[in-house]
């Protein structure tokens, strides 16, 4: 199985006949459905469960990956949404993220957690750049614009940020605000999955926008764009020939 899908808020399935899993790791259990894109085999998670009942910093990202990890995936696709603290990337836009900034704390964020070898993974191109380019030419053949770069900050949730922390990540040179894209992108680069993110803004961020921040109102305008989003990752799917990538999956010394 080469592809798989973890869906975001507003992104709880992909529709069709799917079958339901349970798959063990060393770090818990996780949901994962099998579903069949482009007569191809995909997994799929919904991120925060299929009720929408696990906030950002309850959800089992290890766990998560490893399942992936164990069924052969070695391509993710995740949907996330954001927030948006730049006046070019507006609200309804589509995004891909190239660069993260962690603001998060207290999660567990390796897989090398001292129970084996450890590894210091570069993360210079955190999201896989093969990936990266085939959702920038899925987006152009359906009609739709992808912002190409975007630093997503990732904070650690529930709650929104302040005002402050926005103007803050903004003078950092942050994009877009989010609260679940790390530690899963570190996470799929340490397992040696290529893994891509692609962002709809649902929002301005706190600051910026005129009336307070409402988590229903965000997961309407998600809801809005999710058929997009599965449009954009089936092209991708469908349309992939695999090769090797030396960004997220280098080839293993000899002897090691």
């Known amino acids: 199985m080469l592809f798989a899908i973890i869906g975001g808020t507003g992104f709880n399935s992909v529709g069709g006949e799917t079958e339901h899993r349970q798959v063990e790791t060393d770090y818990g259990a996780v949901p994962v459905d ?107 053949f359906l009609g739709e ?20 922390e926005i103007e803050m990540f903004r003078r950092l040179g942050g994009d877009l605000v989010g609260m679940t894209g790390v530690p899963e992108a570190p996470l799929a680069r340490e397992a040696s999955i290529c893994y891509a993110a692609l962002a709809v803004i649902t929002n301005w961020a706190a600051g910026i926008a005129e009336t307070p921040l409402d988590h229903d109102e965000i997961s309407a305008h998600m809801s809005e764009q999710t058929a997009t989003v599965q449009r954009i990752f089936a092209s991708v799917i469908q349309a992939w020939r695999d090769r090797p990538c030396p960004n997220c999956r280098p080839p293993i010394p000899e002897g090691a």
Do not use: W
Not at 85 to 96: K, S
């Open 145 to 164: 614009h992808l912002h190409p770069a975007a630093v997503y900050v990732c904070t650690e949730g529930p709650r929104f940020e302040t005002a402050a």
């Open 34 to 140: 099998i579903a069949s894109i482009g007569g191809q085999e995909v997994a799929f998670i919904a991120r925060h469960g299929r009720e929408h009942t696990i906030p950002p910093h309850l959800i089992n990202y290890r766990a998560n990956i490893a399942a992936l990890k164990s069924l052969g995936v070695t391509h993710i696709l995740a949907s996330a949404a954001v927030g948006t603290l730049n006046t070019v990337m507006r609200p309804g836009d589509l995004a891909l993220p190239d660069q993260f900034i962690d603001f998060t704390h207290g999660r567990p964020s390796t897989l090398f957690d001292g129970k084996g070898s450890v590894r210091h993974t570069d993360m210079s191109r955190p999201y896989c750049p093969q990936l990266h380019d085939e959702l920038q030419r899925a987006g152009r």
